[in-house]
């Protein structure tokens, strides 16, 4: 009797397991065609997207330091201490276009650098595609593998791809289940022209090059009139005609020469059969078996040495890394990869009770999620944003730009840079509550460097105290503001918001070290400029003296548009929150008591939240009429997620006009802008409304398609702004973590935003501030049972419903409630 119920235990441990693994793929029943088909794979420094082809095998590169430009690429002196009072004046006296112009004209500097493609790998195999069968390519997130299968001519094939961390590589095995049988060339290209491809021997093929110099802003109009397509080989074709992805704006002036030089080493390893030199690759003939070890590198030292003729050597550094993995067989390369891998991604387990559609292909159930009401589909996309997470940002890597780390364009949309008005701020939402602290290490690093820059333009810029940013960098860490207009580029409060990641951190992992040594330098400085920064206005109120929101722009009382005005919401919630964080933090570390007193001075002459006349949160000082009642950016509502300023207990009537808000601008959004109104209706208990916004999130979209388009998700999962932008896939992610838990009024709430839809679930794993994971089941709509597992010995409120009571929690010792504990 024993034996049986362990016989039965285990069947149905194997098919629960089997069940969830079958959950976690995203697979399809043919090659990837578009670029948002391919599957992506990463080891938070390099890229590929796998397009899975057969016959004729695609990877597109990515290394995430490869950008153009180097460090005086985007410097332009710009100095606004002798204009400033002219524009307040301006503003003053209401003239906002005058004062808009002005900025625009006068305060900008030079575009920011492009992230680059790294290049291109292609396998070309033998045989007739007409006759393969039993395809199919799949993406395994719970093991980070991605894989193609087919039947050609009876023999069954397989490619595993994996991005190793613990090796630093990209590693492809090919095999067939007949020996002799695999047969392909392997060839690398660029659309960097100065590409080239070199093989030292049978078993290694080198591709290198070099990346665009210094870059100036031109419209492709201006470089056909003055017939210079030549000097742009990677947008034009050599008869002057455009290639298929040139776009309107063109980034690509060399002026100073060539920038970072870049190779990638291929390591062919073969198991029978035969490998020679082809003119441009290799030949892999008759093997039974073959593993491909690339490593990529670039020469970037650092975002203040040129890279040109002070970087490091690629190639040395891919040759290491090949030599270290010389003993190591794919399967010991393999079994590293999973185990770094799965000690990040199994710390969090999401299940939704629902049917099982898995076996449709991923493309099929997000066109049919709607009818389905597909919940797996919920968990997978929640499950993606960690994946994409741990793929992308590992430590001592760059952080994640707008695509993440995988871009295959010469002109990227927004350059694929840094934008630190929301986008790169909500790609890291996820990193502390769904349990990836680790991962959040590349934005702190990019955070002290970009205050190195930072400094030094306060001062010149402005004559300020501390250091400041504005709404764009990239890898150099440029620190003024970026060219275009002022509502998108005049924006000195970036440093705040960058910050309060750190201070999240902080909240979240209890490390005294790390706020002493990491947050409170950085925090100090955004506050320092910030003291300075702000003016008194005639009601003597403190106010930013100079102001944007975002992106968003109000009508004058003449009916005119102008985007340039004072003391705007966001810009008095991010000083707000830095001027209580800093005081907050210096109280805690006993230092610098006259600062502090100046910070708690101003904080009380701070400009309030204003209310307006349809019940609103104030976007400006003033309740100007909007021309896009429905705009895509909502960022006056900062201090109410992602900051903690505004909730319903401390200040209900506030939380009342953000509701009306959130009313005002609607539900439909690109891709990204819902990923921020899942996490504000989520914050204001509406599970249903954020679950609304989820199922317009779960909208197909397909590139060049009339019939699917709009915001919502690619084929293969990727967030479509359009065009694909990462930020939503975290944006989401962060948003479910918040329907099922949150810790940010000093309390722990469980299930704060459940909607009806997900009537039975658990999720395992989640973190709250204070350092304490928590577990969930839930069932029919209610709390079954909780686990909450602390680090340290705490006492902590847990809310649930309503209901609080107080708990003790002994370090790393769970406790457990049940739905009758409240």
């Not at 205050?451 to 150099?476: C, S």
Request: net charge negative.
């Amino acid at each position: 009797m024993i034996k049986f119920v362990f016989i039965l235990f285990f069947l149905l441990t194997t098919i629960f397991v089997a069940g969830q693994s079958a959950l976690l793929k995203l697979w399809y029943e043919e090659p990837a065609e578009k670029w948002t088909e391919a599957l992506p794979v990463g080891n938070g420094r390099q890229g590929a997207m796998i397009f899975g082809d057969p016959l004729n095998e695609h990877l597109q590169l990515n290394e995430n330091t490869l950008y153009s430009g180097e460090p005086s690429s985007t410097f332009k002196n710009v100095n606004i201490q002798h204009d400033l009072p002219l524009v307040v004046k301006m503003l003053e006296e209401e003239k906002y276009v005058e004062a808009d112009k002005y900025v625009t004209d006068n305060w900008l500097g030079r575009l920011h650098q492009c992230y680059q493609p790294f290049g291109n790998l292609y396998l070309n195999f033998e045989g007739d595609k007409n006759k393969v069968t039993g395809f199919r390519r799949a993406l395994d997130i719970e093991n980070s593998i991605s894989t193609v299968s087919f039947n050609l001519n009876g023999i069954k094939f397989t490619r595993e791809v994996f991005a190793s961390f613990p090796d630093q590589l990209i590693v492809m095995r090919i095999s067939a289940d007949k020996n002799a049988s695999v047969s392909f060339t392997m060839n690398f290209n660029s659309v960097h022209p100065s590409g080239s491809t070199e093989t030292p021997s049978n078993q290694i093929l080198i591709f290198k090059g070099q990346a665009p110099g210094f870059l100036l802003r031109r419209t492709l109009e201006q470089v056909e009139q003055k017939n210079d397509q030549h000097k742009y080989p990677e947008i034009y074709n050599t008869d002057g005609s455009r290639k298929s992805f040139a776009k309107q704006v063109l980034y690509g002036d060399e002026v100073d020469g060539k920038g970072m030089f870049f190779e990638a080493q291929a390591e062919v390893r073969n198991v029978g059969g035969l490998v020679s030199k082809t003119e441009n690759g290799l030949q892999i003939s008759n093997a039974d078996e073959v593993v491909i070890l690339l490593s990529m590198a670039t020469s970037f030292n650092g975002f203040d040495k040129n890279p040109s003729h002070e970087g490091k050597n690629p190639a040395e550094i891919n040759r290491k890394i090949l030599e270290k993995a010389k003993t190591k067989t794919f399967e010991e390369l393999k079994k590293a990869h999973i185990t770094d891998y799965k000690n990040l991604f199994d710390r969090v387990k999401f299940e939704l009770k629902s049917n099982d559609f898995s076996k449709l292909t991923t493309s099929e159930r997000l066109k049919n999620y709607a009818v389905n009401n597909d919940f797996n589909l919920n968990t997978l996309l929640f499950q993606y944003g960690r994946y994409l997470m741990i793929s992308g940002s590992r430590p001592g890597g760059q952080p994640l730009n707008l695509q993440g780390i995988w871009n295959a364009e010469v002109i990227p949309p927004w350059n694929s840079g840094y934008t630190i008005n929301i986008n790169t701020e909500m790609n890291y939402w996820p990193a502390e509550v769904t349990n990836l602290s680790e991962c959040h290490e590349p934005l702190f690093r990019l955070i002290k460097e970009s205050a190195v820059n930072g400094t030094k333009t306060a001062e010149k810029m402005y004559g300020n105290r501390g250091w400041v940013a504005h709404h764009n960098l990239d890898i150099w860490r440029q620190t003024y503001p970026v060219d275009n207009q002022a509502r998108f580029s005049f924006w000195p409060m970036a440093q705040g918001w960058l910050v309060s990641h750190l201070w999240e951190h902080y909240l979240f992992t209890d490390d005294v070290a790390f706020l002493k040594n990491e947050l409170y330098p950085v925090l100090k400085g955004a506050a320092a400029f910030y003291a300075d920064w702000l003016v008194e206005n005639k009601e003597g109120f403190l106010l930013t003296p100079v102001s944007t929101t975002p992106e968003n722009a109000f009508y004058t009382s003449d009916k005119q548009t102008a985007t340039v005005s004072q003391g705007t919401t966001m810009d008095m919630a991010i000083v707000k929150e830095t001027f209580e964080r800093t005081i907050l933090a210096s109280e805690k570390l006993g230092v610098d008591e006259d600062f502090r007193a100046e910070l708690k001075t101003k904080q009380a002459k701070l400009l309030p939240y204003k209310i307006g006349a349809k019940g609103q949160l104030q976007e400006w000082s003033v309740d100007f009429e909007e021309p896009e009642p429905q705009h895509r950016h909502l960022s006056h509502l900062y201090g109410f997620h992602p900051g903690d300023q505004i909730t319903h207990e401390k200040t209900p009537e506030l939380f009342e006009a953000v509701r009306k808000t959130l009313e005002l601008r609607g539900d439909a959004a690109t891709g990204w802008s819902m990923g921020w109104k899942i996490n504000f209706w989520a914050r204001m208990y509406d599970g249903d409304h954020a679950m609304k916004i989820i199922k317009n999130l779960f909208n197909y979209v397909e590139e060049g398609s009339t019939q699917y388009t709009g915001g919502g998700l690619y084929p293969n999962l990727f967030d479509a702004h359009p065009p694909f932008q990462i930020d939503g896939n975290f944006g989401y992610t962060a948003g479910v973590a918040e329907m099922l838990l949150q810790s940010h009024e000093g309390k722990i709430s469980l299930l704060p935003a459940l909607p009806s839809d997900w009537k039975s679930g658990k999720i395992k794993g989640l973190k709250a501030r204070g350092n304490i994971e928590v577990s969930l089941v839930w069932k029919e709509g209610k709390l079954d049972s909780a686990k909450l597992i602390a680090q340290n010995n705490k006492t902590v409120l847990v809310e649930y419903f309503g209901k609080t009571i107080e708990l003790r929690l002994k370090s790393n010792k769970p406790l457990f409630l049940k739905h009758n504990s409240f």
